[in-house]
């Protein structure tokens, strides 16, 4: 009982939350870095539809200018111009006036379609406009790391540490019951090392729903298999039942909610936001790491 008035009353002469504050300085310390590059490219994607639509391919068109190269000619003269590179007829149009698209791929990575001149055999560009292909690298950059299934699971690791950073960092907020309210705003008043703290506690606070909700939707993304046999144990499936399950209904919006897809307008922009509200943090918690840890060192 006198543990949980202390807690209550003087969370700060409590050992657990020192304890638990180490933990949380080195874990965002250690991978602060990573959460600016995975939520500012989250915050990004949340208009992947948007950009996509956008930057939608095109046809290219092309000058009729004699006879038209079989589909054998075209992938041998894209194969002199990629002698390395794995070569495919992509598409044909069967508009005379438009360039078709050829495949090409090195090694195992990434495709490449290409335009080229179905008379003249020539490359004319990529077919794809460079911001489709800014978004398709986007998109692998926060789902993989740019690296296959080894950085999906890089992001799984990533999402749980996240999860350990929202919580601890709830536990190390509260300041106690006399001065909780005082807390949850920004005293812009304040010196600039008084402020930077202010900001990054009060923003910590209000967004804690949202990164704890990222975090855990963040490791069902990356690691489906141990949510789904939960929902098997719960609700065993049931061949002559085709209703959705209960479970299989929240891992559907485990997915919806990380990206936003719901609602409007507002619903994106409010992803988009507060998306980068753990850059912020990381930002506002290295200034206090560095003005309480390094910068007494040096003087």
């Known amino acids: 009982m006198v543990r949980v008035v202390g807690w209550l009353r003087h969370p700060q002469g409590v050992w657990l939350r020192k304890a638990l504050?180490?933990?949380?300085?080195?874990?965002?310390?250690?991978?602060?870095?990573?959460?600016?590059?995975?939520?500012?490219?989250?915050?990004?994607?949340?208009?992947?539809?948007?950009?996509?639509?956008?930057?939608?391919?095109?046809?290219?068109?092309?000058?009729?200018?004699?006879?038209?190269?079989?589909?054998?000619?075209?992938?041998?003269?894209?194969?002199?111009?990629?002698?390395?590179?794995?070569?495919?007829?992509?598409?044909?149009?069967?508009?005379?006036?438009?360039?078709?698209?050829?495949?090409v791929q090195q090694d195992g990575a990434a495709r490449d379609l290409l335009f080229f001149d179905p008379y003249a055999g020539e490359y004319l560009g990529h077919a794809l406009p460079a911001g489709w292909r800014l978004t398709t690298w986007l998109l692998d950059l926060h789902d993989n790391l740019l690296a296959g299934e080894t950085g999906r699971t890089v992001n799984g690791v990533g999402a749980v540490l996240l999860t350990l950073l929202s919580i601890t960092g709830a536990i190390i907020w509260w300041p106690g019951i006399q001065s909780w309210r005082r807390s949850l705003l920004i005293d812009w008043r304040a010196n600039w090392r008084r402020l930077n703290w202010s900001l990054h506690s009060a923003l910590g606070v209000w967004t804690l729903l949202f990164i704890v909700m990222w975090g855990v939707t963040g490791v069902y993304l990356a690691f489906p298999e141990p949510f789904s046999a939960v929902v098997d144990y719960l609700e065993p499936f049931d061949e002559e039942n085709f209703d959705p399950r209960v479970g299989d209904t929240v891992l559907y919006w485990f997915a919806y909610l990380h990206f936003g897809r719901f609602g409007g307008w507002s619903t994106k922009l409010l992803w988009a936001l507060v998306g980068l509200v753990p850059p912020a943090m990381f930002a506002t918690g290295a200034v206090m790491w560095w003005n309480r840890v390094i910068r007494p060192q040096k003087t």
Do not use: C, K
């Open 21 to 103: 504050f180490q933990i949380h300085l080195w874990t965002a310390l250690g991978i602060g870095l990573y959460l600016v590059v995975i939520s500012v490219t989250g915050s990004v994607l949340v208009y992947r539809s948007e950009l996509r639509q956008h930057f939608n391919p095109q046809p290219r068109p092309v000058e009729i200018s004699g006879p038209r190269l079989s589909d054998a000619a075209l992938i041998a003269a894209t194969r002199r111009a990629y002698p390395d590179h794995t070569v495919e007829l992509w598409t044909n149009p069967d508009d005379p006036t438009h360039a078709v698209t050829m495949s």
